[in-house]
């Protein structure tokens, strides 16, 4: 496994690379469901890049920027056992200079949902998702359902701006009592964590109703809420895979999607049926 640093050298080291090239950005703190993204972009093609970069422009002022969780060693020897051909470690110098360009999410779904409590966190995510796509020239990108509204913004990013790289979905890996795995998750107390578990549960009750054919949304969103009691709720919504509102759940295109707070945590988790 190369490690570079230098977007530039980058470039060039991937110049010569024959075949697909598989693509998956993180921010570090490597859990399992980074390790699936992997495993999937190691199946796909024939070259891997992961980077890891914390990035400081999707971080709003008085977020927990300073304090993410850091295991530098620890993510590199996850991506060196997990056989990838290149890490990407930049600094935040090598990716960001004075007076930047800048892209901005798009006014409805960019400020929706994560996007209404945390503006402009989605044009950071935009702008460097964009900068490493650039950088690496993947054939594919790998991303997670577990950030559905970032996974959604992407798609349409790179369709509207007609990039040519193939946006690939992963499924969210959970703990085995069903704690979507995040590395915020590293914040929760013992008492938090089991707090946490409202969230799964109610995503759980919410597919229960489906499967017995209770389908509007506003009864489905109550019993959701009732069940994340205790929770400072952020938001709990039942859209199409546009991430438009649905009266009624639609099997095949539908996401319910949660984010609450519990303690000082901001977490997120979502189904799709
Ligand atoms: P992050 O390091 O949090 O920016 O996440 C990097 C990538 O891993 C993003 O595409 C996330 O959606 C994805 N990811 C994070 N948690 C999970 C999970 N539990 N299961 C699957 N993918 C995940």
Redesign the pocket.
């Known amino acids: 496994m190369k490690i570079i640093s230098n977007p530039l050298e980058l470039k060039e080291y991937l110049h010569v690379v024959k075949g697909p090239v598989g693509f998956?950005?993180?921010?570090?703190?490597?859990?399992?469901?980074?390790i699936?993204?992997i495993k999937k972009a190691r199946e796909e093609n024939d070259f891997v890049v992961v980077s890891i970069f914390l990035n400081p422009t999707q971080f709003l002022k008085g977020e927990d920027l300073d304090s993410y969780p850091k295991k530098d060693d620890a993510d590199k020897k996850i991506c060196e056992m997990s056989g990838i051909d290149v890490l990407f470690f930049p600094q935040v110098d090598d990716v960001y200079c004075r007076d930047e360009v800048t892209l901005n999410a798009p006014n409805v779904r960019g400020f929706v949902l994560e996007g209404n409590s945390r503006p402009s966190h989605f044009n950071g995510v935009l702008t460097v998702v964009m900068k490493l796509l650039n950088i690496v020239s993947p054939t594919r990108a790998?991303?997670?359902?577990?950030?559905a509204q970032?996974?959604n913004l992407i798609s349409l990013m790179v369709k509207q701006l007609f990039m040519s790289v193939e946006i690939v979905p992963?499924?969210?890996?959970?703990d085995s009592d069903g704690l979507?795995?995040?590395?915020r998750n590293a914040y929760l107390s013992k008492a938090e964590r089991v707090e946490a578990l409202k969230i799964s549960s109610s995503l759980y009750r919410a597919g229960s109703l489906v499967s017995k054919n209770i389908l509007e949304t506003d009864e489905i969103k109550k019993e959701m809420r009732e069940t994340l009691d205790g929770l400072e709720i952020f938001y709990v919504e039942i859209l199409n895979r546009d991430f438009e509102q649905l009266l009624h759940v639609e099997l095949g295109n539908t996401v319910i999607l949660v984010e609450v707070k519990v303690g000082n945590t901001r977490l997120l988790d979502n189904i799709w049926l």
């Open positions: 998956v950005p993180t921010m570090g703190a490597l859990h399992e469901g980074h699936s993204l790998y991303f997670g359902k577990k950030d970032q996974l992963v499924d969210t890996i959970r979507a795995l995040s590395s």
